[in-house]
Protein backbone atom coordinates (compact mmCIF):
# COMPACT_ATOMS: atom_id res chain seq x y z
CA UNK A 1 0.00 0.00 0.00
CA UNK A 2 1.17 3.54 -0.75
CA UNK A 3 0.27 7.16 0.29
CA UNK A 4 -2.16 8.38 -2.77
CA UNK A 5 -0.13 10.09 -5.35
CA UNK A 6 -0.94 13.91 -5.93
CA UNK A 7 0.04 15.07 -9.83
CA UNK A 8 -0.84 16.34 -12.66
CA UNK A 9 -0.12 14.52 -15.99
CA UNK A 10 2.98 15.94 -17.98
CA UNK A 11 0.60 16.20 -21.45
CA UNK A 12 -2.76 16.93 -22.35
CA UNK A 13 -3.86 14.65 -24.40
CA UNK A 14 -5.38 16.03 -26.94
CA UNK A 15 -2.28 17.83 -27.48
CA UNK A 16 0.32 14.82 -26.77
CA UNK A 17 1.49 14.04 -30.80
CA UNK A 18 0.00 10.80 -31.79
CA UNK A 19 3.24 8.75 -31.81
CA UNK A 20 3.55 10.17 -28.02
CA UNK A 21 0.02 8.74 -26.99
CA UNK A 22 0.54 5.70 -28.44
CA UNK A 23 4.06 4.78 -26.34
CA UNK A 24 2.27 6.54 -23.50
CA UNK A 25 -0.68 3.57 -24.07
CA UNK A 26 2.25 0.78 -24.06
CA UNK A 27 3.26 1.89 -20.99
CA UNK A 28 0.47 2.11 -19.32
CA UNK A 29 -0.59 -1.67 -20.34
CA UNK A 30 2.72 -3.05 -19.13
CA UNK A 31 1.64 -2.05 -15.45
CA UNK A 32 -1.13 -3.06 -13.56
CA UNK A 33 -2.63 -2.55 -9.89
CA UNK A 34 -3.53 -6.40 -9.51
CA UNK A 35 0.68 -7.49 -8.91
CA UNK A 36 3.58 -5.90 -6.70
CA UNK A 37 6.64 -6.38 -5.76
CA UNK A 38 7.38 -6.03 -2.33
CA UNK A 39 9.26 -7.36 1.36
CA UNK A 40 7.10 -9.37 3.68
CA UNK A 41 8.29 -10.12 7.03
CA UNK A 42 8.46 -13.67 8.77
CA UNK A 43 5.43 -15.01 9.96
CA UNK A 44 6.27 -14.74 13.53
CA UNK A 45 6.09 -11.41 13.41
CA UNK A 46 3.24 -10.58 11.84
CA UNK A 47 0.73 -10.99 14.78
CA UNK A 48 0.81 -7.61 16.67
CA UNK A 49 0.61 -6.27 13.30
CA UNK A 50 -2.53 -8.30 12.40
CA UNK A 51 -4.01 -7.30 15.59
CA UNK A 52 -3.94 -3.58 14.69
CA UNK A 53 -4.53 -4.10 10.98
CA UNK A 54 -7.62 -6.10 11.83
CA UNK A 55 -9.67 -3.41 13.09
CA UNK A 56 -8.01 -0.30 11.65
CA UNK A 57 -6.60 -1.59 8.15
CA UNK A 58 -9.68 -1.46 5.01
CA UNK A 59 -6.76 -3.07 2.97
CA UNK A 60 -6.61 -5.95 5.48
CA UNK A 61 -8.12 -8.81 3.63
CA UNK A 62 -6.67 -7.92 0.45
CA UNK A 63 -2.76 -7.37 1.72
CA UNK A 64 -0.34 -9.62 3.52
CA UNK A 65 1.90 -7.19 5.61
CA UNK A 66 4.29 -6.23 4.10
CA UNK A 67 6.89 -3.04 2.83
CA UNK A 68 5.85 -1.74 -1.10
CA UNK A 69 8.94 -1.69 -3.10
CA UNK A 70 6.95 -1.16 -6.56
CA UNK A 71 3.78 -0.53 -7.20
CA UNK A 72 1.85 -1.30 -9.48
CA UNK A 73 4.08 -3.40 -11.38
CA UNK A 74 4.12 -5.70 -14.40
CA UNK A 75 1.57 -8.24 -15.08
CA UNK A 76 1.67 -11.79 -13.88
CA UNK A 77 2.64 -13.50 -17.13
CA UNK A 78 6.31 -11.38 -17.25
CA UNK A 79 7.20 -12.67 -14.03
CA UNK A 80 9.06 -15.44 -15.21
CA UNK A 81 11.67 -13.29 -17.43
CA UNK A 82 11.25 -9.99 -14.49
CA UNK A 83 12.50 -13.00 -11.96
CA UNK A 84 15.92 -12.83 -14.13
CA UNK A 85 16.24 -9.46 -14.84
CA UNK A 86 15.77 -8.55 -11.22
CA UNK A 87 17.83 -10.95 -9.87
CA UNK A 88 20.73 -8.99 -11.05
CA UNK A 89 19.73 -6.67 -8.05
CA UNK A 90 19.11 -8.91 -5.26
CA UNK A 91 22.43 -10.89 -6.46
CA UNK A 92 23.93 -7.85 -5.01
CA UNK A 93 22.59 -7.31 -2.06
CA UNK A 94 23.32 -9.56 0.80
CA UNK A 95 20.25 -10.11 3.71
CA UNK A 96 19.69 -7.48 6.30
CA UNK A 97 18.13 -6.69 9.30
CA UNK A 98 15.52 -4.11 9.98
CA UNK A 99 13.60 -3.02 13.30
CA UNK A 100 9.99 -1.81 12.79
CA UNK A 101 9.52 0.47 15.96
CA UNK A 102 8.36 3.72 15.62
CA UNK A 103 4.70 4.56 14.28
CA UNK A 104 4.29 7.40 11.62
CA UNK A 105 1.86 8.73 9.02
CA UNK A 106 1.05 10.37 5.91
CA UNK A 107 -1.32 12.91 5.75
CA UNK A 108 -2.84 12.92 2.20
CA UNK A 109 -5.67 15.49 3.18
CA UNK A 110 -7.44 16.40 6.27
CA UNK A 111 -9.70 13.92 5.74
CA UNK A 112 -7.66 11.24 4.99
CA UNK A 113 -4.17 9.24 6.79
CA UNK A 114 -2.65 6.30 6.59
CA UNK A 115 -0.80 5.07 9.75
CA UNK A 116 2.68 3.07 9.06
CA UNK A 117 5.54 1.52 10.70
CA UNK A 118 8.94 3.34 10.03
CA UNK A 119 11.15 0.21 8.53
CA UNK A 120 14.79 1.51 10.50
CA UNK A 121 17.42 1.60 9.02
CA UNK A 122 16.09 2.30 5.86
CA UNK A 123 18.94 2.79 4.19
CA UNK A 124 19.41 -0.93 2.54
CA UNK A 125 15.86 -0.32 1.60
CA UNK A 126 16.50 2.60 -0.62
CA UNK A 127 19.16 0.85 -2.44
CA UNK A 128 17.12 -2.15 -3.17
CA UNK A 129 14.67 -0.01 -4.25
CA UNK A 130 16.04 2.16 -6.42
CA UNK A 131 18.15 -0.60 -7.87
CA UNK A 132 14.78 -2.58 -8.87
CA UNK A 133 13.07 0.18 -10.13
CA UNK A 134 15.80 1.61 -12.65
CA UNK A 135 15.19 -1.91 -14.63
CA UNK A 136 11.58 -1.14 -14.67
CA UNK A 137 11.54 2.83 -14.42
CA UNK A 138 8.24 3.42 -15.64
CA UNK A 139 6.51 1.52 -12.63
CA UNK A 140 7.77 4.43 -10.73
CA UNK A 141 4.91 5.71 -8.49
CA UNK A 142 5.81 4.95 -5.14
CA UNK A 143 8.88 7.34 -6.12
CA UNK A 144 6.78 10.32 -7.17
CA UNK A 145 6.55 12.30 -4.30
CA UNK A 146 8.35 15.36 -3.01
CA UNK A 147 10.44 13.04 -0.76
CA UNK A 148 10.80 9.95 -3.29
CA UNK A 149 10.06 6.53 -1.71
CA UNK A 150 9.43 6.25 1.55
CA UNK A 151 9.77 2.44 2.90
CA UNK A 152 6.70 2.21 5.42
CA UNK A 153 4.69 -0.97 6.12
CA UNK A 154 1.11 0.61 6.42
CA UNK A 155 -1.04 -0.61 9.19
CA UNK A 156 -4.27 1.64 8.94
CA UNK A 157 -6.09 4.85 8.07
CA UNK A 158 -7.33 7.59 9.80
CA UNK A 159 -9.98 10.08 9.30
CA UNK A 160 -7.48 12.68 9.43
CA UNK A 161 -4.49 14.13 11.30
CA UNK A 162 -6.58 14.65 14.48
CA UNK A 163 -7.39 11.16 14.64
CA UNK A 164 -3.95 9.76 13.91
CA UNK A 165 -1.59 11.37 16.40
CA UNK A 166 -4.10 10.01 18.99
CA UNK A 167 -3.91 6.76 17.64
CA UNK A 168 -0.10 6.86 16.70
CA UNK A 169 0.66 7.62 20.50
CA UNK A 170 -1.73 4.77 22.24
CA UNK A 171 -0.03 2.21 19.58
CA UNK A 172 3.56 3.29 19.95
CA UNK A 173 2.86 3.15 24.09
CA UNK A 174 2.44 -0.64 24.10
CA UNK A 175 4.81 -1.52 20.73
CA UNK A 176 7.12 -3.91 21.49
CA UNK A 177 10.13 -3.51 18.09
CA UNK A 178 10.13 -6.14 15.64
CA UNK A 179 13.46 -6.95 14.30
CA UNK A 180 13.75 -9.61 11.62
CA UNK A 181 16.07 -10.25 8.49
CA UNK A 182 15.47 -9.42 4.94
CA UNK A 183 16.04 -12.29 2.81
CA UNK A 184 14.11 -12.56 -0.33
CA UNK A 185 11.92 -10.27 -2.38
CA UNK A 186 8.13 -11.19 -3.24
CA UNK A 187 6.26 -11.34 -6.13
CA UNK A 188 2.74 -10.50 -5.48
CA UNK A 189 -0.28 -10.74 -7.78
CA UNK A 190 -4.48 -11.16 -7.25
CA UNK A 191 -7.29 -12.12 -9.25
CA UNK A 192 -10.11 -9.81 -9.96
CA UNK A 193 -12.88 -10.05 -6.87
CA UNK A 194 -13.96 -11.86 -5.38
CA UNK A 195 -10.87 -13.88 -5.23
CA UNK A 196 -9.02 -10.27 -5.35
CA UNK A 197 -6.65 -11.34 -1.79
CA UNK A 198 -2.73 -10.41 -3.12
CA UNK A 199 -0.70 -13.74 -3.17
CA UNK A 200 3.30 -14.70 -3.48
CA UNK A 201 3.94 -16.13 -6.89
CA UNK A 202 7.72 -15.62 -7.04
CA UNK A 203 10.84 -14.74 -4.97
CA UNK A 204 14.03 -13.62 -5.39
CA UNK A 205 16.83 -14.25 -3.02
CA UNK A 206 19.13 -12.25 -1.66
CA UNK A 207 22.61 -13.42 -2.16
CA UNK A 208 25.31 -10.72 -2.20
Known amino acids: ?83 ETLAAVCTRVAPFEITLEAFRFFEHSHRSCTIWLAPDPPATLLQVQTGLWRLVSDCSEVRDFPNGFTPHLSVGQAPGRSAALPRVKEWQGSWSPLRFKVSEISFLARNDPPDDVFRVKAVISLSG
Open 1 to 83: MTPRRHSTPLLRRSSAPEFWRREISVIMTRKTHKTALVIIPPAETRPPIQVIRRVHDHQYRRWIPHITLIYPFRPMAEFPALC
